[in-house]
């Protein structure tokens, strides 16, 4: 019923920036917060940023004050500004939406996830 559409991964040298974006579509009400997850190669995966309704914002340590999370309530977007990258920030990056969904005349809320982006920054 609702579908994630990520883009904006590629590859940047380091020290470089990317933006990534996310468009959510379907029997949406609202998407209630938006998070970006990553995943190194051979490793875990792990919340990278997170922005609620109201705003709030969560970071990760190792992208504090590199990293802007944001949405667009309008266009049920969202987007992760990613400034000054590291090779540590290679991953697959995930955007993950908290969606009120509309179904049937009643509203429930749902988690879904995007089929993942990359990003490989090189020195």
């Known amino acids: 019923q609702v579908h994630l559409a990520e883009s904006g991964g590629g590859l940047v040298q380091a020290g470089g920036s990317l933006r990534l974006s996310c468009a959510a579509s379907?029997?949406?009400?609202?998407?209630?917060?938006w998070a970006w997850y990553r995943q190194p190669p051979g490793q875990q995966r792990d919340l990278v940023a997170r922005?609620?309704?109201?705003?709030?914002?969560y970071y990760a340590d190792s992208v504090q004050g590199r990293f802007t999370i944001s949405r667009d309530k309008y266009k049920n977007m969202g987007f992760l500004q990613m400034n000054d990258l590291r090779s540590e920030d290679t991953a697959v990056y995930y955007c993950?939406?908290?969606?009120?969904?509309?179904?049937?005349?009643?509203?429930?809320?749902?988690?879904?996830w995007g089929t993942g982006t990359s990003v490989t920054v090189f020195s």
């Open positions: 922005i609620t309704a109201d705003e709030s914002t």
């Open positions: 379907g029997s949406i009400y609202s998407v209630d917060a």
């Open positions: 993950v939406a908290d969606v009120l969904v509309i179904g049937d005349g009643e509203y429930y809320p749902e988690q879904y």
